[in-house]
């Protein structure tokens, strides 16, 4: 039998995608009605992480207790990892003891050499190209808040960086339409955009894109790694912040997401993060139970 992995959204069929997000939902009401539900008893995942994190490092430990398991935390400080050992030893090696791998990192391609190499399900924690684990917390929340997001128009506001690349499979594989909107020279990957076809499109104008929307999404300006061009980036992105002038653009109903962390007064008003439209603390937490519905497919 052929290893499953969750390196990109577009690993998941739209019926698969539709499953998890229904189960993170049942998992979550089981959870807040305090139902013990241990099907990863036994199972540890180790989780890789070579840039910083806050939410995907507690939802998956979090979540990998809750689901009866345990998670151990690998930094390349501590691990031979940053000492230079290879990534497919380093695969090899760990998929003979644990049951699952998370991994974040900064080549997207180093995390398809590690699933090339591994015996057990890895999951993509954030590469620079895609961060398909919040595209299911963000779902799940889009699912929670107005039902499918089939024929739905998602403007991003921003970095075509790797929220906004998973942005495009999302919108390849569930149906909505995206609006990208990003300053020159910060386009998104033009592979991902090339598959989405007609379902996508990059707009200079935030404006333009927002208008009718029925979610608003952006993210940071400088990623992480990307620290030595915060001051080019800030000046750049001036046009694209998301405030209340530009959410009055969109339908009256629409949400507003950020994947977090955010900088208030940056790529968004303080005032739309803690708005009435912002459904950010929801997103935040439905890491865990989405995330909780990706590890029972991948590792139960
Ligand atoms: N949104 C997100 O991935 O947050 P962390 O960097 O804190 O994990
Ligand atoms: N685009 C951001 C997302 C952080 C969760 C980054 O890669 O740093």
Same mark, same amino acid.
């Given at each position: 039998m052929t290893v499953r992995h969750?390196?990109?959204?577009?690993?998941?069929s739209a019926d698969e995608l539709r499953a998890l997000i229904n189960r993170a939902i049942e998992l979550k009401r089981m959870q807040r009605e305090g139902q013990e539900h241990l099907p990863l008893k036994g199972k540890v995942l180790g989780m890789i992480f070579e840039k910083s994190s806050t939410r995907t490092r507690v939802s998956f430990e979090v979540g990998m207790i809750q689901l009866g398991g345990q998670a151990i935390f690998l930094s390349p400080r501590d691990t031979q990892l940053g000492r230079g050992e290879p990534i497919e030893d380093t695969a090899r090696v760990l998929s003979r003891m644990v049951d699952g791998i998370m991994i974040r990192t900064f080549e997207h391609e180093k995390v398809e050499r590690f699933a090339a190499y591994s015996r057990v399900p890895v999951i993509n924690g954030l590469t620079d190209l895609e961060h398909p684990c919040q595209l299911l917390a963000d779902l799940q929340t889009w699912f929670e808040h107005?039902? %499918?997001?089939?024929g739905r128009t998602v403007t991003y506001v921003g970095d075509g960086n790797n929220m906004c690349n998973s942005y495009i499979n999302a919108a390849q594989r569930l149906g909505f339409t995206l609006r990208a909107a990003c300053p020159e020279g910060? %386009?998104?990957d033009p592979d991902l955009l090339a598959a989405a076809g007609d379902a996508v499109s990059v707009v200079r104008d935030p404006a333009d894109a927002v208008w009718n929307a029925d979610l608003v999404v952006t993210d940071v300006w400088?990623?992480?790694?990307q620290e030595d061009e915060q001051a080019a980036r800030r000046r750049a992105f001036s046009d694209y912040v998301v405030d209340a002038a530009l959410m009055e653009?969109?339908?009256?109903d629409a949400l507003f997401m950020h994947c977090l962390p955010a900088h208030r007064e940056e790529e968004v008003s303080t005032e739309v993060l803690e708005?009435?439209?912002?459904?950010v603390w929801d997103e935040a937490e439905n890491r865990l139970h989405a995330q909780k519905a990706l590890l029972e497919f991948l590792l139960a």
């Open positions: 969750f390196l990109s959204l577009l690993d998941f107005r039902g %499918d997001i089939a910060y %386009d998104p400088a990623s992480m790694g653009l969109a339908n009256p708005g009435p439209q912002s459904v």
